[in-house]
């Protein structure tokens, strides 16, 4: 396998990544609907990581900051989105990313990430 090098997003990847969803996951985002989701209200504390193999993206996490209020103490925190590893590449990436961007979550002070999990009969 060629060598892989996980990373932090950068402004020339937006395309890309709106891109590699889109075509897996059937959809029509735009770049603007990203940056929507993860820049226009975060204050610079987004984590997004990439995976890169001969100059193509082909793994994704982000975490979309949150900031959540218990008993009056305001925590930022991180709704996880966009996992996505290509299918030749999977069990072999996903945890890497993910490690990399719950280090970039410490990095940006995020105190925990969290998830909603919607189930989808396979049959």
Known sequence: MPKTKIRTIKDTDFASIVTFHNLHFCQNRTIDNFKWEYIDYSNNKFVFSVV????QIIATQGM????ININGINYLTGKTENSLVKRRHRGLLFFRVYAHAMNLCKEVGMKFVWAIIIL???Y
Do not use: M, R, T, W
Not at 52 to 55: L, P
């Open 52 to 55: 890169e193999e001969n100059d």
């Open 64 to 67: 979309i900051p949150i900031n």
């Open 120 to 122: 989808i009969p396979i």
